[in-house]
């Protein structure tokens, strides 16, 4: 076998050699192949995409640069349609057909959860993409999420803090029966019971669910002054919806918290002013000081907008290139591609990305988190370029990223300009 591997070897040099080129020459043109699955499709496509569009973009900038290790980068994906029973599928492909290199995370935690068994069994990192607490019970010691947050408390903090600044002391959670928004509201019903509030309601829905009028008139009942959301995004927009037109009553001082889709710009543009007065979180707003961010929307808005996809990108395109941003410096300063070294780096060290400086702790999540809570302010309807303003979402927390302070109650903020 040693016989054949060194006939192999120089067939390939010598072959390498006749082309004009050296053997490293030859390695330049085989490609180091980065696998994910991405929702493409269903309700988490619009976020998938604009992810994807991140990616690509990172991978042709690097390449531009000479690629990782003089080898030209290729994203292979496949659309795993934001479905959990897909996504196993998909990565088990990736790693025995197409023999991918590295691999990215899918797009959120619902896709995500279900890989993570798989990716620590093979032994290969994996980079995280917004996701949340996919690890708590797996374990695996080369999971890195580029996500903002870590623990629950950093989503329902500032949310609280701001419900309790105006008065709030009873409390109503609404969360959807998906994995991420259980983990959401299970690590939110201590944190808020650990600050005093008393929770009048508590309710979970099946993300089949269409009509939220009866879910909304029960926590108006309930008279719940701080209401606390954990959905994802076809769910978020029915909830807003319903709001709008039902109502929660005049002692609600806070609405918001966890609803993914409010930050995605097709969606925010549909709800315009029924936005009004909302708090919830976000990842990067206008405002914020992160100038590689706002560098970089100036190219992704163009292809996004020949793309027609999210034209504004500020959820998830940012911190979807700064995962290409921090693959790329732990393979140029470890000069490998093995996964363990590179885990190693990424552990280790601080990395420099467009979204800040990023650190990991020994479960793969920031051990800087800086998870932004934003409240909707003056919006009007179908208009997309309001929302480049830095009055339409005002910064309330954390405090160094403040631009404005909280509106309450409720029915106030939504009616203000």
Same mark, same amino acid.
């Not at 329902?156 to 105006?166: D, I, P, Q, V």
């Not at 070294?341 to 400086?357: C, F, M, Q």
């Not at 309807?381 to 005002?394: G, L, M, S, Y």
């Given at each position: ?7 192999l ?5 010598a072959a !390498?050699l006749? !082309?004009?080129?050296?053997?490293a ?7 180091v ?8 499709t ?28 003089g080898?030209?980068?290729?994203l292979?994906?496949?659309? *795993?349609q934001?479905?959990?029973a897909?996504?196993?599928?998909i990565?088990t492909?990736?790693?025995?057909? *197409?023999?991918?290199d590295?691999?990215?995370?899918p797009?959120a935690?619902?896709?995500t ?9 093979r ?10 607490q ?5 374990k695996h010691d080369?999971?890195f999420?580029?996500a903002p ?13 701001a ?5 709030g002391?009873?409390a ?5 029966d998906?994995?991420?928004?259980q ?10 019971k650990?600050?005093?509030l ?6 979970n829905f099946p ?6 009028s ?10 719940a ?12 927009a029915?909830?807003?919806? #319903? ?7 005049p002692?609600?001082k ?10 995605f710009?097709?969606? !925010?543009?549909n709800?315009?002013s029924k ?5 919830n979180?976000?990842?990067?707003v206008p ?7 706002? #560098?970089?929307?100036?190219?992704y808005?163009v ?5 027609k ?6 959820y998830?395109?940012?911190?979807s ?5 921090m ?12 996964d363990?070294?590179?885990? *190693?780096?990424l552990?280790?060290n ?5 979204v ?12 800087n988190?800086r ?5 909707f302010?003056?919006l009007k309807?179908? *208009? ?7 009055t339409?979402q005002v910064v309330?927390s ?5 631009t ?10 939504? !009616?203000?300009?």
């Amino acid at each position: 076998m040693d016989k054949i591997r060194r006939k192999l070897l120089g067939a390939t040099s010598a072959a !390498a050699l006749v !082309a004009g080129l050296s053997p490293a020459g030859a390695l330049a043109n085989n490609p180091v192949k980065i696998g994910f699955s991405m929702p493409l499709t269903g309700g988490l496509g619009g976020g998938g995409q604009a992810s994807l569009l991140a990616l690509k973009i990172w991978a042709e900038d690097v390449n531009a640069k000479g690629g990782l290790l003089g080898r030209k980068v290729e994203l292979v994906y496949f659309d *795993d349609q934001g479905n959990p029973a897909n996504s196993p599928g998909i990565y088990t492909k990736l790693l025995d057909i *197409d023999k991918v290199d590295l691999l990215f995370a899918p797009y959120a935690t619902v896709p995500t959860a279900p890989i993570m068994p798989l990716v620590k069994q093979r032994n290969k990192l994996l980079m995280g993409n917004f996701s949340f607490q996919v690890n708590d019970k797996t374990k695996h010691d080369m999971w890195f999420n580029n996500a903002p947050w870590n623990t629950a408390e950093d989503w329902s903090k500032g949310f609280l803090e701001a419900g309790r600044s105006a008065g709030g002391k009873t409390a109503a959670i609404l969360a959807e029966d998906l994995e991420f928004s259980q983990n959401l509201a299970n690590g939110a019903r201590p944190y808020f019971k650990a600050q005093g509030l008393n929770i009048v309601y508590d309710q979970n829905f099946p993300p089949s669910t269409k009509d939220f009028s009866s879910l909304v008139r029960a926590i108006r009942a309930s008279n719940a002054e701080v209401v606390f959301i954990a959905s994802y995004p076809a769910s978020s927009a029915a909830i807003v919806n #319903s709001i709008a037109e039902i109502g929660l009553g005049p002692q609600v001082k806070i609405v918001g918290g966890g609803m993914v889709g409010l930050q995605f710009t097709p969606i !925010a543009v549909n709800l315009g002013s029924k936005l009004n007065g909302i708090v919830n979180y976000h990842s990067y707003v206008p405002g914020m000081a992160l100038p590689g961010v706002e #560098s970089y929307l100036q190219r992704y808005t163009v292809r996004a907008k020949a793309e027609k996809i999210d034209e504004l990108g500020y959820y998830l395109p940012p911190f979807s290139y700064a995962i290409g941003e921090m693959l790329e410096q732990a393979v140029n300063g470890t000069k490998s591609l093995d996964d363990r070294k590179l885990a *190693d780096y990424l552990r280790k060290n601080e990395l420099k990305t467009i979204v800040g400086p990023v650190r990991y702790d020994a479960n793969g999540e920031r051990s800087n988190p800086r998870v932004i809570m934003a409240q909707f302010r003056g919006l009007k309807d179908k *208009d997309q370029e309001q929302f480049r303003n830095r009055t339409a979402q005002v910064v309330l927390s954390p405090a160094g990223d403040k631009t404005g302070d909280f509106i309450a109650p409720y029915s106030k903020a939504a !009616a203000a300009k």
